[in-house]
């Protein structure tokens, strides 16, 4: 599964992981004020096309009439393309902390639970909740946390290795996923520091989990999901090659274009990063990302990306 990421998990992005072995994808996370309040940039967020087959939408904030409404808000206009509702409550950045949503709700067990039953009541797909280990460091609470959620009615849980507090230093623990796996009967979703198909393995090896939320190994290789798909079919741990790559880059600035001119506000110059991540590696980058700097259509794009097919 491909997880949320701001900046990054944008219309074409997902159809490219579509692509190459997603299972499902999930828009920038949503906020709920936000969609409430009708900001069209918030809005955008959850804008599909008829080539994506379903899409996951994770909502944050703190208040559950809000969430609840915003929730039934995108069900009524994705109709079946919404695979699910996911609430934040693991998120560690200080901007959504010290509003009261993302992992601060960790904190709040009474109110994380009432914002889980109140989006139940106002859709029909399955709901689920991401959090982390913990908020504060040392202090696991994952555990007693996922029982919450499931006694509110969560249909999964998904859990992060780290404490919120941690942010992202150190290791995300997967012991710590076992234990939420054992202590509860929906199914609960592995997620931190999957890079690679091995990591996958070893997630799903040690944690039992029922499905594996990817996020940066995602941004900064989409075709972790191929070389995973790869590896559950063989048992091959096989890096995809640097034509495949280059392929896929082009594809995805044709995708942009063809999307611009189907009205969809999609942008080369947010491109410009994932572009530079396809070349990461590749004789000849180095040149090539000062050139990337410079595009700004579909035909600047590929001519970089040609350019390096002749290493």
Same mark, same amino acid.
């Given at each position: 599964?491909?997880?949320?990421?701001?900046?990054?998990?944008?219309?074409?992005?997902?159809?490219?992981?579509?692509?190459?072995?997603?299972?499902?994808?999930?828009?920038?996370?949503?906020?709920?004020?936000?969609?409430? @309040?009708?900001?069209?940039?918030?809005?955008?967020?959850?804008?599909?096309?008829?080539?994506?087959?379903?899409? !996951?939408?994770?909502?944050?904030? @703190?208040?559950?009439?809000?969430?609840?409404?915003?929730?039934?808000?995108?069900?009524?206009?994705?109709?079946?393309?919404?695979? @699910?509702?996911?609430?934040?409550?693991?998120?560690? +950045? &200080?901007?959504?902390?010290?509003?009261?949503?993302?992992?601060?709700?960790?904190?709040?067990?009474?109110?994380?639970?009432?914002?889980?039953?109140?989006?139940?009541?106002?859709?029909?797909?399955?709901?689920?909740?991401?959090?982390? &280990?913990? #908020?504060?460091?040392?202090?696991?609470?994952?555990?007693?946390?996922?029982?919450?959620?499931?006694?509110? =009615?969560?249909?999964?849980?998904?859990?992060?290795?780290?404490? +919120?507090?941690?942010?992202?230093?150190?290791?995300?623990?997967?012991? +710590?996923?076992? &234990?939420?796996?054992?202590? %509860?009967?929906?199914?609960?979703? !592995?997620?931190?520091?999957?890079?690679?198909?091995?990591?996958?393995?070893?997630?799903?090896?040690?944690?039992?989990?029922?499905?594996?939320? %990817?996020?940066? =190994?995602?941004?900064?290789?989409?075709?972790?999901?191929?070389?995973?798909?790869?590896?559950?079919?063989? =048992?091959?741990?096989?890096?995809?090659?640097?034509?495949?790559?280059?392929?896929?880059?082009?594809?995805?600035?044709?995708?942009?274009?063809?999307?611009?001119?189907?009205? @969809?506000?999609?942008?080369?110059?947010?491109?410009?990063?994932?572009?530079?991540?396809?070349?990461?590696?590749?004789?000849?980058?180095?040149?090539? &990302?000062?050139?990337?700097?410079?595009?700004?259509?579909?035909?600047?794009?590929?001519?970089? #990306?040609?350019?390096?097919?002749?290493?």
């Amino acid at each position: 599964m491909l997880a949320p990421m701001a900046g990054i998990t944008n219309l074409p992005f997902r159809l490219i992981c579509e692509k190459l072995g997603a299972d499902l994808t999930f828009c920038e996370m949503v906020s709920a004020a936000g969609m409430a @309040h009708a900001s069209a940039k918030t809005h955008r967020l959850v804008e599909t096309c008829d080539d994506e087959k379903t899409i !996951g939408v994770q909502l944050f904030g @703190h208040d559950p009439k809000t969430i609840a409404e915003q929730a039934c808000v995108i069900s009524e206009e994705l109709l079946s393309k919404l695979s @699910h509702i996911d609430i934040n409550m693991g998120c560690p +950045a &200080r901007k959504i902390i010290k509003k009261g949503d993302g992992s601060a709700l960790m904190k709040k067990q009474g109110v994380a639970a009432n914002i889980v039953a109140s989006v139940k009541e106002s859709v029909n797909c399955p709901v689920t909740v991401k959090f982390r &280990r913990g #908020f504060d460091l040392g202090e696991e609470s994952c555990i007693e946390f996922a029982k919450r959620m499931e006694d509110a =009615g969560a249909d999964a849980v998904c859990v992060h290795g780290r404490f +919120a507090m941690q942010y992202y230093k150190g290791a995300s623990c997967t012991d +710590a996923i076992a &234990r939420v796996k054992s202590a %509860v009967d929906i199914p609960v979703i !592995g997620n931190g520091d999957v890079f690679s198909a091995k990591d996958y393995a070893n997630m799903v090896s040690n944690t039992n989990c029922d499905a594996v939320l %990817v996020a940066r =190994g995602a941004s900064k290789n989409p075709f972790i999901f191929s070389e995973i798909k790869n590896y559950i079919a063989t =048992g091959e741990l096989k890096s995809t090659d640097t034509s495949w790559r280059l392929e896929i880059a082009c594809e995805h600035a044709r995708l942009i274009e063809k999307l611009q001119n189907e009205n @969809h506000f999609v942008s080369f110059l947010q491109f410009r990063k994932q572009a530079m991540n396809y070349i990461e590696g590749i004789p000849g980058a180095r040149k090539a &990302r000062g050139l990337i700097c410079g595009c700004s259509c579909a035909d600047d794009f590929i001519s970089v #990306f040609d350019s390096l097919k002749v290493f």
